[in-house]
């Protein structure tokens, strides 16, 4: 049981990574270049608009740091622990961030930066959804902390430590899952502009409704061993 967790936990987890590289090449080509799966340009973006006094761009970006947020509280209301265990609302978690994504791709479509505010509520769901597995830090929207994890991994190592290859190979599937997901997002912009976001929404979708099947066949071959 615990190696088909562990299965399903690098698949999803290099989905998560697909489907958030995909939005962030979206928002860095459509967004005015600004990346929307996390917060940390965003943050230096609206300092430099309270030095220039730039109002109306520094309360944009308040309110997409305070959708992200929303989007954080509203995963913690649904699954509350960050480690992952099988059994929790992660579909219903993934189906609400596919539905936003879609109404992000609407208000874009329509020249409206209310699109902005649902497709960072989106990213900052998905980002506090899964966070530790087996003591492994799982991170799917954004890669910094990926990337020093394995240069403290193989400085480590350096120093006569054993290294991790199980957690190293994980971290690897997640920055490949995301580059995939930017080359996705970059190609589909191109040809369909904010359109492109339909591929993130109903991807998301379609990992809810697999892990509600994964769940219901799981409960059906419990009720066989009872």
Known sequence: MINKISQWVKL???????????????????????????????????????????????????????????GSILSGVLIANNAF?????Y???????GAFIYLAMHYLNNSSYVGHYWVSAACGLQNAMISTYSGALIRTT???????DIGVM???????????????????????????????????YNSYQFSALLFPSLFSICLAIIYWLYLYTLFRAKKRSV
């Not at 579909?91 to 961030?97: D, H, R, W």
């Not at 954004?142 to 020093?148: A, N, P, Q, V």
């Open 91 to 97: 579909g219903f978690a993934l189906f609400i961030e």
């Open 154 to 188: 193989i400085g480590s190592h350096f120093r006569g430590y054993p290294l991790d290859k199980k957690r190293l190979n994980l971290y690897l599937l997640l920055i490949i899952g995301f580059m995939f997901g930017g080359v996705i997002g970059s190609l589909t």
């Open 12 to 70: 999803g987890g290099f989905s998560l990574a697909l489907l958030a590289g995909c939005v962030n090449a979206i928002g860095l080509l459509g967004f005015s270049h600004q990346a929307v799966s996390h917060v940390t340009g965003t943050v230096s973006l609206l300092s430099l608009a309270i030095i220039n006094q730039d109002l109306s761009v520094a309360s944009h970006l308040f309110f997409i740091l305070v959708s992200f947020t929303l």
């Open 85 to 89: 265990k099988v059994g929790k609302r």
């Open 142 to 148: 954004h890669m910094t902390g990926l990337f020093t």
